[in-house]
């Protein structure tokens, strides 16, 4: 008996305070649950949504990543599944570049293209490459390379593809203004492989990629969405991740197209065709991101169709 | 004084004349631009010439037959030497140059090898080469009394490997068997290319006549294209057909020559690969494929060695 109404206090006392909380924060949470409760609970990032940052957040964030893994706010160790899937800013070297110049220069592009976006890119440097940026003064202009120059010169075309992204970096900077009041017509995301796919964790790493696109999707209810399937290395990890990817189903989504580029990149003898990357095995030389493009064309051009 | 340069030159002759005699070790490829050294200037030997290697920083396109008169001839590439993935751009590239030259290093270091395996990822997997790999049980259970030197390099075309031959792969050696297992990846995107069958069968079988001049005394076993992708797909209609093609060209009336399919014991009666053969879902063979693959050699290897 008093085993049960101290229940039913401890309930109420959850309820109103999520109700507080809610009211409260209703402008500043997520568009979208997160798995990792501490996350959602503000117990890692002070600052869950929202660019600029506070002062507070930065201060976070500029901590190194291994401090700030879910799992660590709790003084206890990294708890692996839950990486992909909850955000977390990325972090380079420099501790101001991933912040500011890249994610801070992506923002840029968004803020001054937002009214006209017809094509956004979000993923990680195989994104990056289709142009990459050199700085004018104060801005970052990109140079778009000529397999996309050809095929989708005609639409203007923002990419925020930053060099070593993950799932969990995609989702922060959703939340941290990446996209903030862009309407494009169609989001292009590849993401995962800096996740390091395997045959033990391709499943969580799927799960990060639908909450990107989830997140993607409460952002921009109209955007027309195409997942490429992660690329390239043909390891068993990157083919059951993709594998995942359809049995996820997606496509239930009537705006979504999932692009599959395993036969392309791949020889029948399961190695990766180098002939189509600068590094032999990662980033697309001309002809690998040819071949991206031409096989991306189609799908771009259903999403373009009124 | 005329007179006296024409005797000196008649002098030199014989001195001059061996240089150009025929090499034996040599084949002919059916571009003929390329035997004429239109396109590579060094056509074989080992290390590379300073030339050679400023011809090889040029993109592969170039390199290409046809590359060099500015046509698309895709029907050349499989039946034409060239050099796998190069790119001198970065530190830790010239990848498949780097393989080609360690695993020469490394046979100088086991000269006395009785089986060498030549080939694609398929091969590479019976236990790495060019890192010094040991070869993988399966292979021990049946041949670990044979000396066994693996030259597989990952994403392997015909045109790779004669490269390969060409510039020293078997110089020194002295194999009783050699099993080639190639032409896997010149099936790939075969349709977008042009490549066509004939010549990649070509290709196939250029690559024994190759070895069978490098290494004349030597028995090949030829393990035909194994199954890979999906049963309706195109590649693995490309294997198909590829196949077939090696069949007609009879290869096996050089004596020396052996031929192994493994179709029927890789997939089932509906032509779907085994899934127990195979590591994950079409992508490349796993232990027990291995095993079978390995029993099956044997017979023919035995009787390699035992021809001998």
């Avoid at chain 1, 959602?40 to 660019?51: H, R, S, Y």
């Avoid at chain 1, 956004?120 to 778009?144: A, C, H, N, R």
């Avoid at chain 1, 390379?145 to 989708?152: E, G, M, S, Y």
Wanted: glycine content about 8%.
């Amino acid at each position: 008996m008093k085993n049960k109404q101290s229940n039913f206090f401890l309930i109420a006392a959850i309820f109103l305070t999520a109700a507080s909380a809610g009211d409260l924060l209703a402008a500043d949470q997520p568009p979208i649950e997160y798995p990792y409760k501490p996350y959602m609970e503000g117990k890692m990032d002070p600052q869950i949504t929202g660019w600029p940052l506070s002062e507070e957040e930065k201060a976070y964030v500029l901590k190194p990543p291994g401090e700030r893994k879910p799992g660590m706010e709790a003084g206890g160790t990294t708890i692996a599944e839950m990486v992909p899937v909850t955000p977390a800013a990325g972090k380079w070297k420099d501790p101001n570049a991933w912040l500011n110049d890249e994610h801070g220069r992506c923002v840029q592009a968004v803020q001054d293209n937002k009214e006209n976006i017809d094509i956004l890119l979000v993923g990680d440097s195989i994104t990056y490459f289709w142009s990459p940026s050199y700085k004018s003064g104060e801005k970052w202009v990109p140079k778009f390379c000529d397999a996309w120059k050809k095929r989708f010169g005609q639409y203007h075309t923002v990419n925020i593809g930053i060099k070593g992204d993950t799932t969990q970096t995609i989702l922060w900077r959703l939340d941290h203004g990446a996209i903030d009041g862009a309407k494009p017509k169609v989001i292009v995301l590849l993401i995962g492989i800096n996740n390091g796919p395997t045959a033990e964790n391709f499943k969580t790493i799927g799960q990060g990629i639908k909450l990107c696109v989830a997140n993607l999707r409460a952002r921009c209810p109209e955007s027309q969405i195409i997942v490429v399937k992660t690329l390239p290395k043909a390891t068993e990890g990157v083919k059951r991740l993709g594998d995942y990817i359809d049995e996820m189903k997606l496509t239930n989504d009537p705006r979504l197209q999932v692009l599959d580029l395993w036969d392309d990149f791949v020889n029948p003898d399961g190695s990766e065709d180098n002939n189509l990357y600068i590094d032999g095995v990662l980033h697309l030389n001309d002809a690998g991101f040819e071949i991206y493009a031409e096989r991306l064309k189609p799908l771009i051009e259903k999403a373009m169709k009124p | 004084m005329n007179k006296r340069l024409t005797l000196l030159a008649v002098l030199l002759l014989p001195l001059v004349q061996p240089v150009y005699a025929a090499d034996k070790s040599s084949i002919e490829y059916p571009y003929a631009p390329y035997n004429e050294g239109k396109l590579e200037p060094q056509l074989k030997g080992w290390p590379l010439s300073d030339a050679e290697k400023v011809y090889l920083k040029k993109p592969a396109n170039q390199r290409r037959p046809g590359g060099e008169c500015g046509k698309n001839l895709p029907e050349m590439w499989s039946v034409t030497p060239m050099p796998g993935y190069i790119s001198w751009s970065s530190q830790s590239d010239t990848v498949w140059l780097g393989k080609h030259a360690r695993l020469m290093a490394n046979a100088q270091e086991n000269s006395d090898a009785e089986i060498i395996l030549l080939g694609d990822a398929f091969t590479q997997r019976w236990g790495d080469g060019a890192d010094k790999k040991p070869l993988i049980t399966a292979w021990q259970k049946q041949f670990a009394q044979h000396k066994t030197l693996n030259f597989g390099i990952t994403a392997e075309r015909t045109e790779n490997l004669l490269w390969r031959l060409d510039h020293g792969a078997l110089d020194g050696l002295s194999p009783k068997v050699v099993v080639l297992n190639i032409g896997m990846n010149n099936v790939a995107r075969m349709e977008k290319t042009g490549v066509t069958v004939a010549s990649i069968a070509q290709g196939i079988q250029l690559c024994i006549e190759n070895i069978r001049a490098k290494v004349p005394t030597a028995h090949v076993v030829l393990v035909k294209l194994l199954p890979a992708a999906k049963h309706s797909s195109p590649v693995r209609e490309g294997i198909t057909k590829v196949n077939a093609a090696l069949d007609g060209l009879h290869l096996d009336k050089d004596p020396l020559v052996q031929v192994l399919d493994l179709m029927s014991d890789l997939t089932n009666q509906d032509g779907a690969l085994r899934d127990k053969a195979y590591a994950y879902d079409q992508m490349y063979l796993g232990d027990y494929g291995y095993e079978i693959y390995a029993a099956k050699l044997r017979p023919l290897i035995e009787k390699a060695l035992n021809g001998n």
